[in-house]
C-alpha cells in the first residue's frame, strides 16, 4: 500500500506547523545523532529517499555534494522544497520510494529520514539502495522505534489527571501494519523489529556500522520541558551501513 498522506490538506496543514517542518533539520530531535552518522559528503552524489521539504537535500549540498536528488511521494511536499531551494545540483522527483529505478553505482551515499516505516517491505528497498551505491557507499536512515510502532495506539498511557504513567509496548513480534493517528486519523505504517531492520540489511549484503537509539539534545532538553520524557522511551531507530 502506498498512502500519500502528506498531499490531504489536512495532514498537510498540521505538518507544516511541527517543529521539524518549521525550524528544519535543528528542530527534528534526532537530528545531531543522524549529522554525526554521515559520511564526508564533498564531491559525493546523494539520495534522500523520502526527502519531504528537502532539509537533507540542501544539507548536502552545503556539505559540498557533487548533486543531490530527493524522492518524495508528496507533490505539496515536493512543492515546498522547491519552493526553498535554489540550487540546480538539486533534483526533486515525485515517485513512491518502492518505485525507484537508479542505475547501478549510481550514489555515493544514500540517506532517509523517517520514512521507511509507511513502506511494507524494508527488504525490498534494502536490495534497491544496495543496487544503486558505488562500493563502499554508505545508507544511513532513521525511522520510529519498533517500541513507537507496535501498537496501533501511539501514545503513552496516562493516569486520571493525564499524567504520563509509561510507554506500553504490545504486539512486538507481530509485524505488519498498522493503523494509527499521527496528525490525522487513519495512517498507515508498517511496524518490523529491531532485528528485522539490521537482519534485512546484513541478508542484503551491508556491513552495519552504527545503531542509534537518540534521546534530545541538551538544548532540546533545556528548551522544552516535555522533552524529558522522549528519555524514557526511545522514539527513533537510526542505523548506519556500508556496502
Not at 11 to 17: L, V
Not at 228 to 239: G, T
Request: net charge negative; aromatic share 12%; glycine share 4%.
Amino acid at each position: 500500500m502506498k498512502q500519500n498522506k502528506y498531499d490531504d490538506s489536512n495532514f498537510f496543514s498540521a505538518y507544516k506547523q511541527m517543529p521539524r517542518s518549521t525550524k528544519g533539520l535543528e528542530g527534528a530531535g534526532e537530528w545531531h545523532v543522524l549529522k554525526a552518522l554521515l559520511p564526508e559528503l564533498r564531491n559525493k552524489s546523494v539520495l534522500d529517499l523520502g526527502c519531504g521539504f528537502g532539509w537533507h537535500c540542501r544539507y548536502a549540498r552545503e556539505q559540498q555534494a557533487s548533486s543531490v536528488i530527493g524522492v518524495d511521494i508528496s507533490e505539496k511536499m515536493l512543492q515546498t522544497a522547491a519552493e526553498l531551494t535554489d540550487d540546480p545540483a538539486i533534483t526533486y522527483t515525485q515517485m513512491p520510494i518502492e518505485d525507484i529505478e537508479f542505475a547501478n553505482s549510481q550514489f555515493d551515499v544514500v540517506i532517509s529520514s523517517l520514512a521507511f516505516h509507511y513502506i511494507e517491505s524494508f527488504e525490498a528497498i534494502c536490495q534497491k539502495v544496495y543496487d544503486c551505491l558505488q562500493p563502499g557507499g554508505s545508507f544511513i536512515f532513521s525511522v520510529e522505534h519498533p517500541i513507537f510502532t507496535s501498537r496501533n495506539e501511539q501514545d503513552w498511557f496516562v493516569d486520571d489527571q493525564g499524567n504520563r504513567l509509561h510507554w506500553p509496548v504490545d504486539h512486538y513480534q507481530s509485524e505488519g501494519l498498522r493503523q494509527t493517528t499521527f496528525l490525522t486519523d487513519n495512517v498507515i505504517k508498517y511496524h518490523r523489529t529491531i532485528s528485522t531492520y539490521m537482519n534485512n540489511l546484513i541478508e542484503t549484503g551491508f556491513t552495519i556500522k552504527a545503531v542509534k537509539e537518540p534521546i534530545p539534545s541538551d538544548e532540546m532538553l533545556q528548551s522544552d520541558p516535555l522533552m524529558k520524557d522522549e528519555n524514557r522511551r526511545p522514539m527513533f531507530l537510526i542505523l548506519s551501513a556500508v556496502k
